[in-house]
């Protein structure tokens, strides 16, 4: 199976960044569709943006547009989160996912990483 590390969480004042990278391990996965979610205690599991490995097609739901970019470095098989303008309704634990098929659901993605806390202090 596909096995996901995260890192890069923390905590930060409103209006500052954080990077988180995920680092992808275990199998051939070229094709997959690598996402990114959050969940905040007592929510549900959100969905944050969506990058494909060989096409470079990045897509962000709307309350990230504008403030985070997802990237990608294939010689290490690993995607990032560049979080800017960090506001504090983005407190939650995120999470790195991998799918064939990946949308914005989190049903769609085969395999998940453990998560890693974002903490943003108003």
């Known amino acids: 199976q596909v096995q996901l590390v995260e890192s890069g969480g923390g905590l930060v004042q409103a209006g500052g960044s954080l990077r988180l990278s995920c680092a992808a391990s275990?199998?051939?996965?070229?094709?997959?569709?690598m996402g990114w979610f959050r969940q905040a205690p007592g929510k549900e599991r959100d969905f944050v943006g969506r990058?494909?490995?060989?096409?470079?097609?990045?897509y962000y739901a709307d309350p990230v547009k504008g403030r985070f970019t997802i990237s990608r470095d294939n010689a290490k098989n690993t995607v990032y989160l560049q979080m800017n303008s960090l506001k504090p309704e983005d407190t939650a634990v995120y999470y790195c996912?991998?799918?064939?098929?990946?949308?914005?659901?989190?049903?769609?993605?085969?395999?998940w990483g453990q998560g890693t806390q974002v903490t943003v202090s108003s």
């Open positions: 990058i494909s490995w060989n096409g470079g097609n990045i």
């Open positions: 275990g199998r051939t996965f070229s094709r997959y569709t």
């Open positions: 996912a991998a799918g064939i098929a990946g949308t914005g659901i989190a049903g769609t993605y085969n395999y």
